[in-house]
Nanobody, 122 residues
Framework: QVQLVESGGGLVQAGGSLRLSCAAS????????MGWFRQAPGKEREFVAR????????YYADSVKGRFTISRDNIRNTVYLQMNSLKPEDTAVYYC???????????????WGQGTQVTVSS
C-alpha cells in the first residue's frame, strides 16, 4: 500500500503563490510516476502535472504551463507543486497521485491523497 498526504493549500489572492507538498510512504517504486490533479466544484478531475521518480522530464497541462512547477525530493519521498501567478480559475481541490505509467488520465493512477483546497480570490 501507498499513503499520500498533501499539504500547503489555502486562500491566496490572484497573482499570488502557493507550494503544495505530497509526502509518500509505504510501497514507493522508483519507476512510478507522481502526478497532481485538481477538481473544481461541478467539474471532472483534471490533470495538472506529472513527474517520474527516477528521472525524466516533467509534463504540464496547457492551462498551468509556465506558472506551475512540479519537483521531487527522492530522499524525503516528497513531491512538490509550486504554483505562481495564481488565477481564480485555479481554485480547486488538488490531489497528489501515484501512477503506473506516465499519463494524463486519472485512470492510470492507483493511489491518491485526500486532497488539499486551493482558493484564489480575485
Amino acid at each position: 500500500q501507498v499513503q499520500l498526504v498533501e499539504s500547503g493549500g489555502g486562500l491566496v489572492q490572484a497573482g499570488g503563490s502557493l507550494r503544495l507538498s505530497c509526502a509518500a510512504s509505504g510501497r514507493t517504486f522508483a519507476s512510478n510516476v507522481m502526478g497532481w490533479f485538481r477538481q473544481a466544484p461541478g467539474k471532472e478531475r483534471e490533470f495538472v502535472a506529472r513527474i517520474g521518480w527516477s528521472g525524466g522530464t516533467a509534463y504540464y497541462a496547457d492551462s498551468v504551463k509556465g506558472r506551475f512547477t512540479i519537483s521531487r525530493d527522492n530522499i524525503r519521498n516528497t513531491v512538490y507543486l509550486q504554483m505562481n501567478s495564481l488565477k481564480p480559475e485555479d481554485t480547486a481541490v488538488y490531489y497528489c497521485a501515484q501512477g503506473r505509467r506516465p499519463d494524463t488520465s486519472p485512470n492510470y493512477y492507483d493511489y491518491w491523497g485526500q486532497g488539499t483546497q486551493v482558493t484564489v480570490s480575485s
